[in-house]
């Protein structure tokens, strides 16, 4: 039986916009940030799968990046995205 050293890793990326100017991760740029993201874990060969979330209730800190399985990040911006790299792997 083989085995693969690396296995299938996803990451939610909440895009609700609220409405009314309220803070919201869309607000801040999530809907821009998710398909870099994608774009960025891609070009580097990893096995990622990249959606779209719902709120996460933690909208005054967004953008709020889920790694399944893992950390919750906040304040995910396109100049932070080396953060989700280094807690992919962690
Ligand atoms: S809008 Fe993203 S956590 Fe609420």
Redesign the pocket.
Known sequence: MSTSAHSLRRIGV?????LDGQ????ARG?EQLLPALRGRLAGEGRDVEVFPLG?????E????VKIVGGELLHEVTLERLDAVRVALDE
């Open positions: 909440c895009t609700h916009r609220r803070p919201s991760c869309a999530s709120c996460l209730g933690d909208c800190r967004g953008p709020n």
